[in-house]
T-cell receptor
């Protein structure tokens, strides 16, 4: 069964540095998402992306965050100047279309540790 | 803002019994209520979706109910097995939004 893949599985970065998390969504999917999960807390929505535009974002997704689909297969999340509180598991997800009945398929995440 | 509560942080039951997990929400009802499974160190995996105008949905050993009057969903696993041990997440989705709002989950342990 096709799956969402994320790299790296674990990223360690110094505070203040830029980090890029990478995702390869399922190939025929059109909608892409980023979520994060701080250790011991809920999975939280960050941003959704369609047709090379952000379609929705949460208040967590401030100016330090950006998303890009640089080519036909990758979907990236960039954090410009990382803070300690950015330490979390970051999940990428994709869905076939925007229909609310379409499930979102999640990758296994990138664990981001900010030192 | 919308709140989702899952009844207990952890639930331990004997293999073969039915596990029942509860999800309650505040404010207005979502168009869709979903249940996901999350194993340690893994991403959520979609299990079932139920619409606001549906009362019940089944898939193999899984059953979900949705009561918009009580603002509650129940998730049942019948004939539970140790392999069902995981964290189960309730999630809401509103018709105008693409995002999913997750509950904090219930960690289910099935003992042999």
């Amino acid at each position: 069964e096709p799956e969402v893949t994320q790299t790296p599985s674990h990223q360690v970065t110094q505070m203040g540095q830029e980090v890029i998390l990478r995702c390869v969504p399922i190939s025929n999917h059109l909608y892409f998402y980023w979520y994060r999960q701080i250790l011991g807390q809920k999975v939280e929505f960050l941003v959704s992306f369609y047709n090379n535009e952000i379609s929705e974002k949460s208040e967590i997704f401030d100016d330090q965050f950006s998303v890009e689909r640089p080519d036909g297969s990758n979907f990236t999340l960039k954090i410009r100047s990382t803070k300690l509180e950015d330490s979390a598991m970051y999940f990428c997800a994709s869905s076939l279309d925007r229909g609310q009945e379409q499930p979102q398929h999640f990758g296994d995440g990138t664990r981001l540790s900010i030192l | 803002s919308q709140k989702i509560e899952q009844n207990s942080e952890a639930l331990n039951i004997q293999e073969g019994k039915t596990a029942t997990l509860t999800c309650n929400y505040t404010n207005y009802s979502p168009a869709y209520l979903q249940w996901y499974r999350q194993d340690p160190g893994r991403g959520p995996v979609f299990l079932l979706l139920i619409r606001e105008n549906e009362k019940e949905k089944r898939k193999e050993r899984l059953k979900v109910t949705f009561d918009t009057t009580l603002k509650q969903s129940l998730f049942h696993i019948t004939a539970s097995q140790p392999a069902d041990s995981a964290t189960y997440l309730c999630a809401l989705r509103y018709s105008s939004a693409s995002k999913i709002i997750f509950g904090s989950g219930t960690r289910l342990s099935i003992r042999p």
